[in-house]
């Protein structure tokens, strides 16, 4: 399972940006028929990380 990170946080700053867990298999099959859906994932944990929410 391709793991997200915990969230470090819990202040206000981090309510409703928790990390999704997806498998490996999940993340290939969004590479292979919607990409838009597994960029949305990535944004989402890329955005989490920035408000250091999670690691």
């Known amino acids: ?11 206000a700053g981090c309510a409703g940006w928790r990390p999704v867990f997806i498998a490996p298999a999940t993340a290939a099959y969004l590479d292979a028929t919607d990409q838009p859906a597994l960029r949305g994932l990535l944004a989402h944990q890329t955005y989490g990380q920035l408000l250091g929410c999670w690691e």
């Open 1 to 11: 399972m391709i793991a997200l990170s915990a969230c470090a946080r819990t202040e």
